[in-house]
């Protein structure tokens, strides 16, 4: 079955960068783009950017573009996100998750990156 | 960017009631690519819904989705405890994907 499984959370201080991994199985991941999306504390979905594995091509939300990487190896089926120039606001819950399809199966479980000094 | 605003912003109902989500789009939804998500606290968003009205696998059929252009609906009949939840819906082709603020159900 599909599983999108990701790192752990990560307490980083202001400035620092962090990369998120969102290793998948059950489908083909070079068929697939791969999307990121965040959710600060008690808010709404916040749509970040998608990679497409087989072409290895980003592309990425206006508003954090610049400071955000998203990238892929398809050797081991995980795409990553890397944000930069960390700041409080970015503390977030990140999922990674596939194009909605009948069998797209569940979005990551997230990864709770917590930006504090 | 395509704007979602969905209301109610809370519906409280009893266990056996239907409720209905409404989602209204800034602009015409091309494809219907707009689809509901159902998140529980602490967990990932679960769709629901693709294509505006195809139920995703292993979701209940007390889930439906109607609607087309600029305006969506999410019936969940015969409301039950699990239920209780937020529910997103989402544009999402093409990209950006972008969400309603939600709809937080309670059940009484």
């Known amino acids: 079955q599909v599983q999108l499984v990701q790192s752990g959370a990560e307490v980083m201080k202001p400035g620092a960068s962090v990369k998120v991994s969102c290793k998948t199985s059950?489908?083909?991941?070079?068929?697939?783009?791969i999307h990121w999306v965040r959710q600060a504390p008690g808010q709404g979905l916040e749509w970040m950017g998608w990679?497409?594995?087989?072409?290895?091509?980003?592309r990425y939300s206006p508003k954090i573009q610049g400071r955000v990487t998203i990238t892929s190896d398809t050797s081991i089926s995980t795409a990553y996100i890397e944000v930069k120039r960390l700041q409080p606001d970015d503390t977030a819950v990140y999922f990674c998750a596939r194009h909605p399809t009948d069998i797209s199966g569940p979005w990551g479980q997230g990864t709770l990156i917590t930006v504090s000094s | 960017d395509i704007e979602l605003t969905q209301s109610p912003g809370t519906l409280s109902l009893s266990p056996g009631e239907r409720a209905t989500l409404s989602c209204r789009a800034s602009?015409?939804?091309?494809?219907?690519?707009l689809g509901w998500y159902q998140q529980r606290p602490g967990q990932a968003p679960r769709l629901l819904i693709y294509g505006a009205s195809a139920r995703a696998a292993g979701v209940a059929d007390r889930f439906s989705g109607s609607g087309s252009g600029t305006d969506f609906t999410l019936i969940i009949n015969r409301l039950e405890p699990e239920d209780s939840a937020v529910y997103f819906c989402?544009?999402?082709?093409?990209?950006?994907?972008?969400f309603g603020q939600g709809t937080k159900v309670e059940i009484k």
């Open positions: 989402s544009h999402y082709r093409p990209s950006p994907w972008t």
């Open positions: 059950g489908f083909i991941f070079i068929d697939e783009y």
């Open positions: 990679v497409d594995p087989k072409r290895g091509v980003a």
């Open positions: 602009q015409n939804i091309i494809g219907n690519h």
